[in-house]
């Protein structure tokens, strides 16, 4: 029982600390380059907004879903992709 509940205090630990740690690492930058880009506020840079993008899309959208994600962006900016 004791085990049992020591393992779900860690997991519960495990996933607060995970996007906190997360977000420490982010650059700022990123914020106001995915929100401008952005326009829709979907969470997803998409459909026309992706128009000043589509030079970059090959590289950007890693994943070929036809989205570029908040953490797909922040790896282009990251590495100099997107400056
Ligand atoms: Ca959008
Ligand atoms: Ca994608």
Do not use: C, W, Y
């Not at 509940?5 to 997360?22: I, T």
């Not at 070929?64 to 900016?77: C, H, M, N, P, T």
């Amino acid at each position: 029982m004791s085990k049992l509940a020591g393992l779900a205090a860690a997991l519960a630990m495990s996933l607060v600390a995970a996007p906190a740690l997360a977000q420490t690492k982010l650059p700022n930058p990123v914020d106001a380059k995915f929100a401008a880009a952005d326009v829709d506020k979907s969470g997803h840079i998409d459909g026309k907004e992706l128009e000043s993008f589509k030079v970059q899309m090959a590289k950007i959208d890693t994943d070929k879903d036809g989205k570029i994600s908040r953490q797909e962006l922040d790896v282009a900016v990251m590495t100099g992709l997107l400056k």
